[in-house]
Nanobody
Framework: QEQLVESGGGLAQAGGSLKLSCVDS????????MGWFRQDPGKEREFVAS????????YYTDSVQGRFTIARGNAKNTIYLTKNNLKPEDTDVYYC??????????????????WGQGIQGTVAP
Protein backbone atom coordinates (compact mmCIF):
# COMPACT_ATOMS: atom_id res chain seq x y z
CA GLN A 1 0.00 0.00 0.00
CA GLU A 2 1.49 3.27 -1.08
CA GLN A 3 1.56 5.95 1.56
CA LEU A 4 0.67 9.52 0.78
CA VAL A 5 0.92 11.82 3.78
CA GLU A 6 -0.23 15.40 4.15
CA SER A 7 1.01 17.81 6.81
CA GLY A 8 0.84 21.48 7.70
CA GLY A 9 -2.84 22.10 8.27
CA GLY A 10 -4.15 24.06 11.17
CA LEU A 11 -5.78 27.34 12.08
CA ALA A 12 -5.17 30.72 10.49
CA GLN A 13 -6.88 34.10 10.56
CA ALA A 14 -8.54 35.52 7.49
CA GLY A 15 -5.89 37.18 5.39
CA GLY A 16 -3.22 34.91 6.79
CA SER A 17 -1.31 31.97 5.33
CA LEU A 18 -0.91 28.24 5.70
CA LYS A 19 1.42 25.86 3.91
CA LEU A 20 0.58 22.24 3.26
CA SER A 21 3.09 19.53 2.41
CA CYS A 22 2.56 16.17 0.78
CA VAL A 23 4.85 13.21 0.27
CA ASP A 24 3.87 10.16 -1.75
CA SER A 25 6.55 7.94 -0.29
CA UNK A 26 5.52 4.46 -1.42
CA UNK A 27 6.04 4.88 -5.15
CA UNK A 28 8.81 3.17 -7.05
CA UNK A 29 8.36 5.60 -9.92
CA UNK A 30 7.85 9.32 -9.99
CA UNK A 31 4.31 10.56 -10.19
CA UNK A 32 3.11 12.08 -13.44
CA UNK A 33 0.89 14.54 -11.58
CA MET A 34 -0.06 15.44 -8.05
CA GLY A 35 -2.87 17.62 -6.87
CA TRP A 36 -4.70 19.15 -3.97
CA PHE A 37 -8.41 18.78 -3.48
CA ARG A 38 -10.81 19.82 -0.73
CA GLN A 39 -14.09 18.48 0.45
CA ASP A 40 -17.05 19.64 2.51
CA PRO A 41 -19.13 17.03 4.32
CA GLY A 42 -21.67 15.49 1.98
CA LYS A 43 -20.17 17.08 -1.10
CA GLU A 44 -17.94 15.83 -3.87
CA ARG A 45 -14.22 16.41 -3.58
CA GLU A 46 -13.34 19.70 -5.28
CA PHE A 47 -10.24 20.51 -7.32
CA VAL A 48 -7.91 23.14 -5.87
CA ALA A 49 -4.60 22.86 -7.73
CA SER A 50 -2.44 20.37 -9.58
CA UNK A 51 1.05 20.10 -10.97
CA UNK A 52 2.63 17.91 -13.61
CA UNK A 53 5.85 16.99 -11.85
CA UNK A 54 8.19 16.58 -14.80
CA UNK A 55 7.10 19.63 -16.80
CA UNK A 56 6.23 21.78 -13.79
CA UNK A 57 2.95 22.95 -15.31
CA UNK A 58 0.51 24.17 -12.68
CA TYR A 59 -3.26 24.49 -12.69
CA TYR A 60 -5.68 26.20 -10.29
CA THR A 61 -9.36 26.51 -9.74
CA ASP A 62 -10.58 30.08 -10.22
CA SER A 63 -11.37 30.70 -6.57
CA VAL A 64 -7.75 30.23 -5.47
CA GLN A 65 -5.92 31.62 -8.52
CA GLY A 66 -3.50 34.30 -7.36
CA ARG A 67 -3.77 33.30 -3.70
CA PHE A 68 -2.58 29.68 -3.63
CA THR A 69 0.65 28.32 -5.09
CA ILE A 70 1.38 24.67 -5.79
CA ALA A 71 5.02 23.69 -6.09
CA ARG A 72 7.11 20.55 -6.32
CA GLY A 73 9.77 19.76 -3.79
CA ASN A 74 13.31 18.53 -4.35
CA ALA A 75 12.48 15.08 -3.00
CA LYS A 76 10.66 12.65 -5.25
CA ASN A 77 6.87 12.88 -5.22
CA THR A 78 6.78 15.85 -2.86
CA ILE A 79 4.56 18.87 -3.34
CA TYR A 80 3.51 21.90 -1.37
CA LEU A 81 0.49 24.18 -1.33
CA THR A 82 1.08 27.69 -0.04
CA LYS A 83 -2.22 29.33 0.78
CA ASN A 84 -2.09 33.12 1.10
CA ASN A 85 -4.78 35.73 1.71
CA LEU A 86 -6.95 33.05 3.26
CA LYS A 87 -10.71 33.42 3.44
CA PRO A 88 -13.15 31.68 5.80
CA GLU A 89 -14.55 29.81 2.81
CA ASP A 90 -11.14 28.15 2.40
CA THR A 91 -11.92 26.17 5.55
CA ASP A 92 -12.00 22.54 4.54
CA VAL A 93 -10.35 19.14 4.67
CA TYR A 94 -7.58 19.15 2.08
CA TYR A 95 -6.50 15.99 0.30
CA CYS A 96 -3.31 15.35 -1.63
CA UNK A 97 -3.52 12.96 -4.56
CA UNK A 98 -1.04 11.45 -6.96
CA UNK A 99 -0.85 9.34 -10.09
CA UNK A 100 1.98 7.76 -12.03
CA UNK A 101 -0.12 7.47 -15.16
CA UNK A 102 -0.36 10.31 -17.69
CA UNK A 103 -3.87 11.68 -17.53
CA UNK A 104 -5.83 14.63 -18.83
CA UNK A 105 -8.10 14.35 -15.80
CA UNK A 106 -5.62 15.76 -13.28
CA UNK A 107 -8.17 18.43 -12.30
CA UNK A 108 -10.62 15.77 -11.13
CA UNK A 109 -10.12 13.55 -8.10
CA UNK A 110 -10.95 10.46 -10.15
CA UNK A 111 -7.89 11.10 -12.29
CA UNK A 112 -5.65 9.91 -9.44
CA UNK A 113 -4.89 6.50 -8.01
CA UNK A 114 -3.49 7.39 -4.62
CA TRP A 115 -4.60 9.88 -1.98
CA GLY A 116 -3.96 10.76 1.62
CA GLN A 117 -6.14 10.79 4.72
CA GLY A 118 -6.80 14.49 4.44
CA ILE A 119 -5.82 17.37 6.67
CA GLN A 120 -7.97 20.09 8.18
CA GLY A 121 -7.34 23.72 7.38
CA THR A 122 -9.48 26.24 9.25
CA VAL A 123 -9.68 29.97 8.59
CA ALA A 124 -11.18 32.13 11.31
CA PRO A 125 -12.98 35.36 10.28
Amino acid sequence: QEQLVESGGGLAQAGGSLKLSCVDSGRTFSNYAMGWFRQDPGKEREFVASIKLSAGNTYYTDSVQGRFTIARGNAKNTIYLTKNNLKPEDTDVYYCEGTTKPTKYHTHFKGYDNWGQGIQGTVAP
